[in-house]
């Protein structure tokens, strides 16, 4: 994924972000050496906001320009990945060798006005940066060094401290206080004193009283049943959370992942996720109006028709989300199928009386989202995947490989889901594996698992199947396939 891709994806923290990120991608898409300070204009840049590992100190240079405790930073010089130019600025200008990122992902977006000034026995006029920042951590122990040509000093500051000592009050407001919030959002690992990406800062489940957020559909092949065992065999640690077929998401809101890539091939789907993020009370009310009036057969069909014109103009909004809510808790065994064109042709269930929505549940998700770094995609499964590093967590709940010719419930999309695509998928499992990514898949019980996954761990476990016309046979065995060994679960 590009640096434009990454600023394109990034979720605005306020309105001064929401305004620069449209400056800062203008900009690139019509200078093609946005990248180079040459650009007397404007040239791209990237910033650090450097800690320690207990994360209640911040490292900061003396600029010799600014007269002020800074944060580091520097220009892009034709590199485009600012990460790795916000990596080495910090250790040229501090010293600092033993520095690792927080998180890859953008941690904030600024665009700096730069005054007019003398550099190397020269004049500079007065421009822009197109500031990308990240969060990194450093080794409070490790040697400082000034580096005489840029700062005057550099030195460990608590949090608090170091808006005081700064004296450039819009930095203060606008930047420095921001970044200090949102590495609130990153929890200390107690068995190092480092934050880590698992969890966000505020968890909006309570795994210790089995209270998670809940999947908002109900969804085939959902993970309800399986939650407690996936949970168990969670690495202790993982850099980001990938889910590429995300459906219900049961182990995504009950884990909180604060850095993760969620995805899934129904854009209505991934519109959800979107909207609660945007705003969940938008959502709750389309919802709530549906619901003001009784359901019976030809008013879910009325409702069916009306979401098919919305599926048909391709419209992403909160009606849209609400819509397909408020249709999957009527239709038959919560099943989301297509036609060949695309729209839904789902029966209705011929239960006059539905459970009424959890408002509370899509506040909560929508909070969570609001404040966790997460990047929806609608991609193929493997697009998904491109960005996976080492030491990521991917989780594949992909649709079943059917038990019978008759039980293929995956055309959540008109193409479906064939015996190809599972041959796809247990490559890329050994692909990522090789990459050195931890990975999870469950599926059916079936033969063919035991060949596309030979090699692995793979457990059975005993489950009841929903989604079956005949009650009589709900009942079944699955699997979780693992590439690594949990921190509770012994590998069989």
């Known amino acids: ?105 953008i941690c904030s977006l600024e665009v700096l006005s730069v005054d007019g000034h003398e550099k190397n026995g020269k004049y500079v006029s007065t421009h822009l940066h197109l500031n990308v920042t990240y969060l990194l951590e450093a080794d409070e122990n490790d040697p400082l060094i000034i580096r005489e040509t840029e700062n005057s000093g550099v030195r460990w500051f608590l949090l608090q401290e170091a808006l005081d000592a700064s004296t450039e009050p819009w930095f203060v407001r606008r930047i420095y206080k921001k970044l200090n919030e949102k590495l609130s959002q990153f929890p200390v690992n107690p068995s190092t004193g480092s934050r880590h990406s698992r969890t966000t800062g505020k968890n909006h489940s309570d795994p210790a009283n089995g209270q998670y957020l809940r999947p908002f559909v109900k969804w085939a092949g959902g993970k309800s049943q399986l939650l407690p065992r996936l949970i168990e065999r969670m690495p202790a640690d993982y850099h980001r959370y990938f889910e590429p077929f995300i459906g219900g998401g049961a182990l995504f809101l009950a884990q909180n992942p604060k850095n993760a890539v969620i995805n899934d091939i129904n854009p209505q789907l991934i519109n959800i996720y979107t909207q609660l993020k945007s705003d969940p009370k938008a959502v709750i009310s389309v919802i709530q109006n549906l619901d003001a009036s009784p359901c019976n057969k030809e008013h879910y069909l009325q409702i069916r028709e009306q979401y098919n014109v919305k599926i048909a103009e391709q419209s992403f909004d909160a009606e849209t989300a609400g819509l397909m809510i408020w249709i999957n808790k009527h239709c038959f065994n919560g099943l989301y199928r297509v036609n060949a064109k695309g729209m839904f042709n789902v029966p209705y269930n011929n239960h006059t009386g539905a459970t009424p929505m959890n408002t509370d549940n899509l506040l909560r998700i929508g909070e969570y989202l609001q404040t966790a770094d997460v990047t929806f995609l609608h991609e193929d499964f493997e697009t998904a995947c491109e960005n996976v590093q080492p030491g990521d967590f991917v989780y594949f709940d992909s649709p079943y490989i059917p038990l019978t010719q008759t ?86």
């Open 1 to 105: 994924m590009t640096i434009q891709q990454d600023i394109k994806n990034y979720t605005p923290f306020n309105e001064q972000e929401t305004c620069d990120k449209q400056i800062i991608l203008d900009f690139i898409a019509h200078h093609p050496d946005a990248f180079l300070r040459s650009n007397p204009i404007a040239h791209v840049t990237a910033s650090s906001w450097i800690v320690n590992h207990r994360h209640d100190k911040v490292l900061m240079v003396y600029h010799n320009i600014y007269h002020s405790w800074s944060w580091t930073g520097g220009h892009a010089d034709g590199n485009q990945n600012l990460l790795e130019v916000a990596i080495r600025e910090c250790r040229e200008e501090t010293g600092i060798q033993n520095v690792r990122p927080i998180s890859e992902n």
């Open 407 to 492: 039980a293929n419930f995956t055309d959540y999309d008109k193409s479906g889901f064939t015996s190809h695509d599972h041959q796809r998928l247990a490559d890329l499992f050994r692909k990522l594996d090789q990459k050195g990514a931890m990975i999870m898949l469950s599926n059916h019980d079936v033969p063919q698992i035991y060949d596309l996954y030979s090699g692995y761990n793979i457990e059975t476990f005993d489950v009841r199947r929903m989604i079956n016309c005949d009650a009589s046979k709900r009942t079944g065995s699955e699997v979780i396939i693992r590439n690594y060994a949990s921190p509770s679960v012994s590998p069989r």
